[in-house]
C-alpha cells in the first residue's frame, strides 16, 4: 500500500563526483557533489550558487568530472566537511564545515595533469571526464544547473570491455551517495560525516539501535 507523504528530500541514488576546478589564483580546488545526470557526450551538474565550485566554474568554464569508485567512501568523506570559500559562508559554519585550501592534500589524493583543460584530474579515480561548461541555468531556489560538454575521457583499463571503448558495468562499481549516505556493491559502505552535519533522522534512528557496550 502507497502512502501519501511530503517528501523532505528527493535523493534516491546518483554517484559520487569530485569536481576539480581552477579557483581564481589558479590552485586548484576539489569537491564532492552527486547532483549529476549525463545524456550523450553531456553532464548537467547541479549545485548552489554560493558554493566555490560554481564560483570557479563559471568564471573559468572548465572543470574535471572525477568518479569514486565504492572504495573510495573514505576519501569522500574527508572532503565532505570541507569548503574552499574563505570565509565560510555562516549556513555552511553552522553545519561545521572548515576552510581548507589545499583539498588535494587533505583527502591525500594526487593531482595528474589534463590533456584539454586546465585543471588537474584526481589519480586515484577510475574514471576521469574533462569538460568545459556549455550554458548555466537558474534551477530552483539559490541554485543552478550547470551543463557541461566532455572533451576528454581517461578509464583504468581494467573497467573496459576489452577491445571496445566501453566500460564493463560488471566491474565498475561506483560509489553513489543514497539520502546522504554511502553505498557501493548495494551495500551502506561508508559512515558518512554529510549526513550527521544535515541532521538526517535516519542518523538518529540508527544511534537509537546501537546497543551500549
Known amino acids: 500500500m502507497h502512502v501519501r507523504v511530503d517528501l523532505k528530500v528527493l535523493y534516491f541514488g546518483t554517484p559520487v563526483v569530485l569536481i576539480s576546478s581552477r579557483n581564481e589564483e589558479g590552485s586548484a580546488n576539489l569537491a564532492p557533489m ?119 575521457a581517461h578509464v583504468e583499463e581494467r573497467l573496459l570491455i576489452p577491445g571496445t571503448d566501453y566500460v564493463d558495468p560488471i566491474g565498475w562499481d561506483p560509489l553513489i551517495m543514497k539520502f546522504c549516505e554511502f553505498f557501493g556493491g548495494g551495500r551502506n559502505v561508508h559512515a558518512s560525516t554529510l549526513a550527521s552535519a544535515w541532521q538526517m533522522p535516519h542518523q538518529r534512528l540508527r544511534e537509537e539501535a546501537t546497543p551500549i557496550s
Open 34 to 152: 552527486s547532483s549529476a545526470w549525463w545524456l550523450g557526450q553531456s553532464c548537467m551538474l547541479g549545485m548552489g550558487n554560493r558554493s566555490k565550485t560554481m564560483a570557479n566554474l563559471v568564471r573559468e568554464r572548465e572543470c574535471v568530472l572525477n568518479l569514486a569508485s565504492s572504495d573510495m567512501a573514505g576519501v569522500v568523506d574527508l572532503l565532505a566537511p570541507l569548503t574552499g570559500a574563505d570565509p565560510v559562508p555562516e549556513r555552511k559554519a553552522a553545519k561545521g564545515y572548515r576552510f581548507e585550501a589545499d583539498k588535494f592534500g587533505a583527502a591525500g589524493v594526487t593531482p595528474q595533469a589534463s590533456e584539454l583543460v586546465g585543471v588537474p584530474r584526481v589519480a586515484e579515480c577510475p574514471v576521469q571526464l574533462e569538460c568545459r561548461v556549455e550554458q548555466v541555468h537558474p534551477f530552483g531556489e539559490g541554485a543552478s544547473a550547470v551543463e557541461v560538454r566532455v572533451v576528454r
